[in-house]
């Protein structure tokens, strides 16, 4: 099969998907998007208010402030793919419960085989803490990781692994967002090896 209709097969499940409650609250799952062939994947958290009424990721002002920084170092979201750790909202956006990072992440997982990215991207704490945990690396926290690149084996893939802020925080404090910026030159340096 080709990449389009393995990750068609993947949407097709997670719309009709029940292995949570989430389902139950949500609008639209967000499945992801962007290039099937992209060397960079992003990996958020969960869908927001605005991803669940549009069912896409990152179309809220933290969606508008990654654009931006997308755009800062030559990209844009067509180049790129954009995930979730779980692919519908928690309510009220409270924090993914393990029961449903553990129901949800065999989706990205086979997102993941079936794009083969170079570099992963995680933007917060929950999106970092499950990639390091399938690389095998220990997490202490988004704080203490972010801006540092990581050689990693993801998935028996080989990947460069970059940490980062969820942009949605540095929505609301300016210290954040300039180190998300530099996060991004981070970025911008492995785009060029």
Same mark, same amino acid.
Request: proline fraction near 7%.
């Given at each position: 099969?080709?990449?389009?209709?393995?990750?068609?097969?993947?949407?097709?499940?997670?719309?009709?998907?029940?292995?949570?409650?989430? *389902?139950?609250?949500?609008?639209?799952?967000? %499945?992801?998007?962007?290039?099937?062939? @992209?060397?960079?994947?992003?990996?958020?958290? +969960?869908?927001?208010? *605005?991803?669940? !009424?549009?069912?896409?990721?990152?179309?809220? +002002?933290?969606?508008?402030?990654?654009?931006?920084?997308? @755009? &800062?170092? &030559? #990209?844009?979201?067509?180049?790129?793919?954009?995930?979730?750790?779980?692919?519908?909202?928690?309510?009220?956006?409270?924090?993914?419960?393990?029961?449903?990072?553990?129901?949800?992440?065999?989706?990205?997982?086979?997102?993941?085989? !079936?794009?083969? %990215?170079?570099?992963?991207?995680?933007?917060?704490?929950?999106?970092? @803490?499950? !990639?390091?945990?399938? =690389? &095998?690396?220990?997490?202490?926290?988004?704080?203490?990781?972010? &801006?540092?690149?990581?050689?990693?084996?993801?998935?028996?893939?080989?990947?460069?692994?970059?940490?980062?802020?969820?942009? =949605?925080? =540095?929505?609301?404090?300016?210290? #954040?967002?300039? +180190?998300?910026?530099?996060?991004?030159? !981070?970025? @911008?340096?492995?785009?060029?090896?």
């Amino acid at each position: 099969m080709s990449k389009r209709e393995l990750m068609d097969q993947v949407v097709k499940e997670i719309l009709e998907c029940r292995k949570c409650d989430l *389902w139950k609250s949500r609008r639209n799952p967000v %499945p992801g998007e962007g290039s099937l062939d @992209a060397k960079i994947m992003f990996i958020g958290e +969960a869908p927001g208010y *605005w991803e669940d !009424i549009k069912g896409r990721p990152f179309v809220g +002002a933290a969606g508008k402030l990654l654009d931006k920084l997308l @755009a &800062g170092i &030559g #990209l844009s979201r067509e180049e790129v793919f954009i995930g979730n750790i779980l692919k519908c909202r928690p309510p009220g956006n409270r924090d993914p419960q393990p029961e449903e990072v553990y129901a949800c992440t065999p989706y990205l997982d086979r997102q993941i085989r !079936i794009i083969k %990215p170079k570099i992963i991207v995680t933007l917060g704490r929950h999106a970092s @803490a499950y !990639i390091f945990s399938k =690389a &095998g690396i220990p997490f202490s926290g988004i704080s203490k990781v972010h &801006g540092k690149v990581y050689s990693a084996e993801v998935l028996d893939l080989d990947v460069t692994l970059v940490p980062m802020y969820h942009p =949605a925080v =540095a929505l609301y404090n300016a210290r #954040l967002k300039s +180190a998300l910026e530099e996060d991004f030159r !981070i970025l @911008a340096v492995q785009l060029e090896e």
